[in-house]
């Protein structure tokens, strides 16, 4: 039970991952990072419908999440994505996975293991004594 409450302690602190990953914008970023490796915001918004600011926001996002970080390269800011925080999240769901599959396993093997018990049927005669009584 510790460990099932641990996991969930760490999928709730990781709640703002899933809040980033979870907007369609901020996903296709991270693929592309994830894709193209480390890029400048003049690359992320080459083809992108939104603007370099909106780029830029989003990247903030996810930046706070943890999901990517930036450093500068001259006069760009170049943006990467954190594998290991995304690696830890993964973690913590294979975890729950894993728990839902020993619940799911523990409720097949008693479902199995039960044997079927007999229905007591009231007698035709007690149903119209319990309507006489009325």
């Known amino acids: 039970m510790a460990a099932s409450r641990s996991a969930v302690a760490g999928l709730v602190g990781d709640a703002h991952v899933f809040a980033a990953l979870g907007d369609p914008t ?8 994830c894709d193209g490796g480390p890029a400048s915001i003049v690359r992320l ?3 992108a419908k939104v603007s370099r600011q909106a780029i830029t926001k989003h990247l903030r996002a996810l930046e706070r999440a943890g999901l990517v970080r930036s450093g500068r390269a001259g006069r760009e800011r170049i943006w990467e994505l954190q594998g290991n925080r995304l690696a830890a999240v993964r973690r913590r769901l294979d975890q729950i996975s894993d728990q839902w599959d020993a619940a799911l396993e523990r409720l097949r093997a008693l479902v199995e293991d039960e044997k079927p018990t007999r229905i007591s049927r009231p007698s035709p005669g007690s149903a119209r004594a319990a309507r006489a009584r009325r």
């Not at 901020?26 to 990072?33: E, F, K, P, T, Y």
């Open 45 to 47: 918004t080459d083809g």
């Open 26 to 33: 901020r996903l296709r970023i991270v693929i592309r990072l």
